[in-house]
């Protein structure tokens, strides 16, 4: 079954993405050339970031919506709120439409004031 997906999505220029715990070539598979074929294609090992990576995570995302996040405030946010990825990235949502609408650089007194609402 999986195998005939992968080939009709082939088929028809698609792309499938597929995750597990292991690469490819350090699993299992009931028909090897599925498992080859898994294997060849392009590969992605995903983890957490550190502090310092998911501060400059928050950093580019918000420069690339034309924010700029002060190395202090990124700090601050990360001591007082949950450090995953996405509370990070909702929280910089936020704050960034109530600083586009106030005209206000993300500071902290800023963030504080608006956090409070």
Do not use: C, N
């Not at 950093?59 to 949950?82: H, M």
């Amino acid at each position: 079954m999986l195998f005939g997906l992968l080939r009709e999505i082939q088929e028809r220029q698609g792309q499938l993405v597929v995750a597990a715990k292991a690469p490819p070539a350090l699993l299992s598979w009931a028909l090897p050339d599925l498992g080859s074929r898994f294997t060849a294609a392009a590969i992605f090992q995903l983890r957490e970031l550190d502090e310092s990576e998911q501060r400059e995570a928050l950093q580019l995302r918000a420069r690339l919506r034309g924010v700029e996040l002060p190395d202090e405030t990124s700090r601050w946010l990360q001591r007082r709120f949950p450090r995953d990825m996405r509370t990070l990235y909702e929280l910089l949502d936020t704050l960034d439409e109530a600083a586009l609408i106030a005209q206000r650089r993300l500071t902290i007194p800023f963030i504080r004031s608006v956090l409070k609402e």
